[in-house]
């Protein structure tokens, strides 16, 4: 398993450019939340503590706070200015209590999370092995991770179209749902469940689809990208490159989405403590 270079300051900003346009283009990402979360009702857990990690604009966020009424329900984000509107969700006295900070270095104490959710955010991971294991570090014992990411088809028609024009990256690589089985495994998670499924969506001409993913901030972010702008010669080249792919007047857009839980198990090992407490989240986006 090959490292994953993510420019992180590029997606950081790219994502806190989008923050105003992200909710009208992330039809996907509502979608995907939406399938997730009902996975909660299969599950017995009362948590006290819940975190949305890569929590966006707060949409799932939202939906956590009408799942669990009892429970504090707090917002992590890298793009401070996601947070500005996640800090918005709920109502005047139960609102979200956010942070802004780096989902592989958690600023939360060991065990002291009972639940985290995270909708289609792990994909941004540099290092998935150390986003794992705080996680797990994070988690009380007997608490859950539930959580999507993207698998390695995401895309595939974009990716094969470029691929005819040039050798560089122009898409993110994603990982195999059986390499992060394996992560899960190996860093001490308990009864790890993956599984996955495909989600097509249609476009009428590729530069919708282009649109929608520079709207919710999805640009290449790899620290091998391509440099500089991309001439007219090879955008379109590009188009008709895809065009390949139309069918029945549309154009498909494929993303593999990654489905993922696993319980943190009664005793494990924990690596050192980060003293920021919960009750200081809130802070971070003030």
Same mark, same amino acid.
């Given at each position: 398993?090959?490292?994953? /270079?993510?420019? #992180?300051?590029?997606?950081?900003?790219?994502?806190?450019?989008?923050?105003?346009? +992200?909710?009208?283009?992330?039809?996907?990402?509502?979608?995907?939340?939406?399938?997730?979360?009902?996975? !909660?009702? *299969?599950? &017995?857990?009362?948590?006290?503590?819940? %975190?949305?990690?890569?929590? =966006? &604009?707060?949409?799932?966020?939202?939906? !956590?706070?009408?799942? @669990?009424?009892?429970?504090?329900?707090?917002?992590?984000? $890298?793009?401070?200015?996601?947070?500005?509107?996640?800090?918005? #969700?709920?109502?005047?006295?139960?609102?979200?209590?956010?942070?802004?900070?780096?989902?592989?270095?958690?600023? /939360?104490?060991?065990?002291?999370?009972?639940?985290?959710?995270?909708? !289609?955010? $792990?994909?941004?991971?540099?290092?998935?092995?150390?986003? +794992?294991?705080?996680? /797990?570090?994070?988690?009380?014992?007997?608490? /859950?991770?539930? $959580?999507? &990411?993207?698998?390695?088809?995401?895309?595939?028609?974009?990716?094969?179209?470029?691929?005819?024009?040039?050798?560089?990256?122009?898409?993110?690589?994603?990982?195999?749902?059986?390499?992060?089985?394996?992560?899960?495994?190996?860093? =001490? +998670?308990?009864?790890?469940?993956?599984?996955?499924?495909?989600?097509?969506?249609?476009?009428?001409?590729?530069?919708?689809?282009?649109?929608? %993913? #520079?709207?919710?901030?999805?640009?290449?972010?790899?620290? =091998?990208?391509?440099? =500089? *702008? &991309?001439?007219?010669?090879?955008?379109?080249?590009?188009?008709?490159? @895809?065009?390949?792919?139309?069918?029945?007047?549309?154009?498909?857009?494929? @993303?593999?989405?990654? @489905?993922?839980?696993?319980?943190?198990?009664?005793?494990?090992?924990?690596?050192?403590?980060?003293?920021?407490?919960?009750?200081?989240?809130?802070?971070g986006a003030d």
């Open positions: 398993m090959s490292e994953i /270079l993510i420019d #992180k300051e590029r997606a950081r900003c790219a994502f806190g450019r989008s923050a105003d346009s +992200y909710d009208d283009a992330a039809v996907l990402q509502r979608e995907v939340s939406k399938r997730m979360l009902e996975r !909660l009702d *299969l599950v &017995t857990l009362e948590p006290k503590t819940v %975190l949305d990690l890569g929590c =966006g &604009t707060g949409e799932q966020t939202q939906q !956590l706070l009408q799942r @669990y009424p009892k429970a504090g329900i707090h917002a992590l984000d $890298f793009a401070l200015p996601m947070l500005h509107r996640a800090r918005k #969700k709920g109502r005047w006295l139960r609102r979200p209590r956010c942070v802004c900070g780096d989902m592989e270095h958690l600023p /939360l104490t060991n065990d002291s999370v009972d639940l985290i959710c995270s909708n !289609l955010a $792990f994909q941004w991971a540099s290092d998935p092995v150390l986003l +794992y294991r705080e996680c /797990l570090r994070v988690l009380r014992p007997n608490g /859950l991770l539930m $959580f999507t &990411t993207f698998g390695p088809d995401t895309l595939q028609e974009l990716r094969a179209a470029w691929a005819s024009v040039d050798d560089h990256a122009h898409v993110s690589p994603f990982m195999d749902m059986h390499d992060l089985g394996d992560i899960l495994v190996n860093s =001490g +998670y308990a009864a790890p469940v993956m599984d996955v499924e495909r989600i097509v969506l249609t476009y009428g001409k590729v530069d919708d689809l282009m649109r929608d %993913l #520079k709207s919710i901030g999805a640009h290449n972010a790899t620290s =091998g990208r391509q440099r =500089g *702008l &991309t001439g007219k010669a090879r955008m379109q080249a590009m188009r008709e490159a @895809y065009e390949c792919f139309r069918c029945d007047g549309v154009l498909p857009a494929t @993303y593999e989405v990654v @489905y993922g839980h696993a319980w943190a198990p009664q005793k494990a090992s924990r690596a050192s403590e980060v003293t920021v407490p919960l009750n200081m989240l809130n802070k």
